[in-house]
């Protein structure tokens, strides 16, 4: 069928709407009229891949047209959210953890779908796909294995980032630290990630929330999400570090911190502000860490440092899991939410990058 998207072709371009063919849904699949996509940083990575031409969109979510002849959980009409695409017959599949599939950067950023092809062309010509989803266009054709049913009474646009962004930063907490309800955690960079990282702590009951960031803006939100108390990194005292900042205001450290900055400076110093034994969460492919000492800040603090991917979520699971919480008024993701219509595409994307919202998803309603 044929149908408008986004098509990048070179890296700076921006979103140009085309007429893009979509493949029929074959065998697990099942067609998506898509009525919400959020934008993530990722889809900015995603232009820098080198396929052209390329439809990006990686937080899609819809309602489906049309089912595969196998499809066995899904049904027309019914409201979904995606989620990855993984290859469910590696090791880490078959045990349950499609997060860490064998084949997930082949798949999720090679331009093609789980079963090695793309499911877009123009003209005959591939067109590559995102994520097995490229949800910047009016529809997808997506295996059930990658959607989650979610519950008509639920705006899909709120929905929509919990495939990526939310859960990597709401999974970190949940997922892999599993905090104790007296226990502290602090959180580096303050964007959509942070942000679910902060209401995913104040759900799992953690005594102290530290944010750190670079705005009042951003902090104060943070504040209204959760966070106990927050720094900014900008404003801090001569000679004092943003590790050292924390370190006062928790009485020795706190017992996890998270980085969503990617920044080598945030990353030193999330992991000096655990106390000893502390745990430290890395979500954002890292630039240097200079002058980092191993031996003083790991090893002989006893610290660990963790790495994982899409908040260690199998979202079928998880994503439920943040729905309800949603629904109960736990996890307020409206509160970071603005929506464009999808024709503004462009205009997401350079507010985003300008930090002027902080998860901006387009809606095709
Ligand atoms: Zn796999
Ligand atoms: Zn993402």
Sequence with gaps: MKMKAAVVRQATDPYKFEEVELAEPKNDEVLVRITASGLCHTDEFGRTLGMSPIVLGHEGAGIIEKLGENVKDFAVGDHVAFSYAFCGHCKSCVQGRPQYCEKFNEINFGGVGADGQSKLSQNGQPVAMFFGQSSFAQYATISEESIVKIDEDVDLAMIAPFGCGVQTGAGAVLNTLRPHVDETLAVFGCGAVGFSAIMAAKVAGCRQIIAVGGNEYSLALAKELGATDVINRKQLPAGQTMAQ?????????????????????????????????????????????????????????????????????????????????????????????????????????????????IKAVVTME
């Design 245 to 357: 900042a924390v370190q006062a205001i928790s009485n020795g450290g706190v017992n996890y911190a998270i980085d969503t900055s990617g920044n080598g400076n945030m990353i030193q110093n999330a992991i000096q502000s655990t106390c000893l034994n502390g745990k430290i969460v890395l979500l954002a492919p890292s630039g240097e860490v200079e002058n980092f000492d191993f031996g003083k800040d790991v090893l002989m603090a006893y610290r660990t440092v963790i790495g994982c991917c899409e908040g260690d979520s199998n979202p079928k699971i998880f994503i439920p899991r943040l729905v309800q919480l949603y629904k109960e008024g736990r996890f307020p993701i409206d509160k970071i939410i603005t929506k464009y219509p999808f024709e503004q595409l462009e205009q997401a994307r350079e507010d985003s990058n300008a930090g002027k919202v």
